[in-house]
C-alpha cells in the first residue's frame, strides 16, 4: 500500500473511532458487541468451527456480570462434550476468550473511565503499530519472527516500543508509563503475533477481506483487542 493511501485510511479509522468513543453507553456496548460478532465469524472461520454464541456468551457474561471466562470455559466444554472433540474444546475457548471477553473490556474502561481513556489507549496502539510499521520499512534490516510474521524486523520492534512509551508518558505520565508501559508494549506485540499464528496455521493471509485490500477486522484490531485488558487493570491499579 503506498504511504498516502496508508495515511487516508487511517485518518478515516480516526476519525470513526473517535466518533464511536462518544457514544452513549448503550449505544456504544451495543456497537461493540455486534463488533465481536464479526469478529467471531471471522475467527470462526480460521477454525472451521463455527461457535460464534462461544464470543457472544463470553462478552455478555463479561459486560453485565464479571463472569466472561467462566462461561466461555463452560460452552466450550459443552461442546468438547458433545462433539467428544479436545480440538472442539480449545478451539471454542479460542473463539470465546479473544473474539468475546477481551473486547469487552474495552466496553468496561469507556463505562469505568470514560471516552478520553478509551482515546488515549487508541492513541497508544496505533502508535505503536505506525511506528513499527515506518520505522521498519525505512530501516528494517533484521527479521525476528520470521514463520510468523516475515515483515516484522528488529528496528521496527523497537521503534514501536519507544514511540509507544512516549505516547504513554505524554498521555499518562512518567509514573504510569514506568510501571505498566512496558506490560502494555509487550501486549499489543503478542497480540499481533499470536493473531498471525492463527493464520498461519490456517493457512490464510488475512481473516476476511471485509477491509478490503486491508484484510478483515480483525487483521486491523488484534493489537487493541489484547492490550484493552492489560490497560483497564492499569487503570484500575491491579
Same mark, same amino acid.
Given at each position: 500500500?503506498?504511504?498516502?493511501?496508508?495515511?487516508?485510511?487511517?485518518?478515516?479509522?480516526?476519525?470513526?473511532?473517535?466518533?464511536?468513543?462518544?457514544?452513549?453507553?448503550?449505544?456504544?456496548?451495543?456497537?461493540?458487541?455486534?463488533?465481536?460478532?464479526?469478529?467471531?465469524?471471522?475467527?470462526?472461520?480460521?477454525?472451521?468451527?463455527?461457535?460464534?454464541?462461544?464470543?457472544?456468551? =463470553?462478552?455478555?457474561?463479561? *459486560?453485565?456480570?464479571?463472569?466472561?471466562?467462566?462461561?466461555?470455559?463452560?460452552?466450550?466444554?459443552?461442546?468438547?462434550?458433545?462433539?467428544?472433540?479436545?480440538? *472442539?474444546?480449545?478451539?471454542? #475457548? #479460542?473463539?470465546?476468550?479473544?473474539?468475546?471477553?477481551?473486547?469487552?473490556?474495552? *466496553?468496561?474502561?469507556?463505562?469505568?473511565?470514560?471516552?478520553?481513556?478509551?482515546?488515549?489507549?487508541?492513541?497508544?496502539?496505533?502508535?505503536?503499530?505506525?511506528?513499527?510499521?515506518?520505522?521498519?520499512?525505512?530501516?528494517?534490516?533484521?527479521?525476528?519472527? =520470521?514463520?510468523?510474521?516475515?515483515?516484522?524486523?528488529?528496528? =521496527?520492534?523497537?521503534?514501536?516500543?519507544?514511540?509507544?512509551?512516549? *505516547?504513554?508518558?505524554?498521555?499518562?505520565?512518567?509514573?504510569?508509563?514506568?510501571?505498566? =508501559? #512496558?506490560?502494555?508494549?509487550?501486549?499489543?506485540?503478542?497480540?499481533?503475533?499470536?493473531?498471525?499464528?492463527?493464520?498461519?496455521?490456517?493457512?490464510?493471509?488475512?481473516?476476511?477481506?471485509?477491509?478490503?485490500?486491508?484484510?478483515?477486522?480483525?487483521?486491523?484490531?488484534?493489537?487493541?483487542?489484547?492490550?484493552?485488558?492489560?490497560?483497564?487493570?492499569?487503570?484500575?491499579?491491579?
Amino acid at each position: 500500500m503506498e504511504l498516502s493511501g496508508r495515511y487516508s485510511v487511517g485518518l478515516i479509522y480516526a476519525a470513526v473511532a473517535l466518533a464511536i468513543s462518544f457514544f452513549p453507553m448503550w449505544a456504544f456496548s451495543a456497537f461493540i458487541f455486534l463488533l465481536c460478532i464479526f469478529l467471531s465469524i471471522e475467527l470462526s472461520r480460521a477454525l472451521s468451527l463455527n461457535l460464534v454464541y462461544s464470543a457472544a456468551g =463470553g462478552f455478555l457474561a463479561q *459486560v453485565f456480570f464479571n463472569l466472561g471466562l467462566s462461561v466461555v470455559v463452560l460452552i466450550s466444554f459443552f461442546e468438547g462434550l458433545r462433539r467428544w472433540s479436545q480440538d *472442539v474444546f480449545l478451539k471454542a #475457548i #479460542i473463539i470465546g476468550v479473544i473474539s468475546g471477553l477481551l473486547p469487552a473490556d474495552i *466496553v468496561s474502561i469507556k463505562r469505568e473511565f470514560g471516552a478520553i481513556e478509551l482515546l488515549k489507549l487508541l492513541a497508544f496502539v496505533w502508535s505503536v503499530d505506525t511506528a513499527s510499521y515506518f520505522v521498519g520499512k525505512k530501516f528494517g534490516k533484521r527479521k525476528v519472527f =520470521g514463520k510468523l510474521s516475515p515483515n516484522k524486523t528488529l528496528e =521496527g520492534l523497537i521503534g514501536g516500543i519507544v514511540a509507544g512509551l512516549l *505516547v504513554l508518558i505524554v498521555l499518562k505520565g512518567f509514573d504510569f508509563t514506568q510501571k505498566w =508501559g #512496558i506490560s502494555l508494549v509487550i501486549a499489543s506485540v503478542i497480540g499481533d503475533l499470536i493473531m498471525s499464528f492463527i493464520k498461519r496455521l490456517a493457512g490464510i493471509k488475512d481473516f476476511s477481506k471485509a477491509l478490503g485490500e486491508h484484510g478483515g477486522l480483525l487483521d486491523r484490531l488484534d493489537a487493541l483487542i489484547f492490550t484493552a485488558p492489560f490497560y483497564l487493570r492499569a487503570l484500575r491499579g491491579f
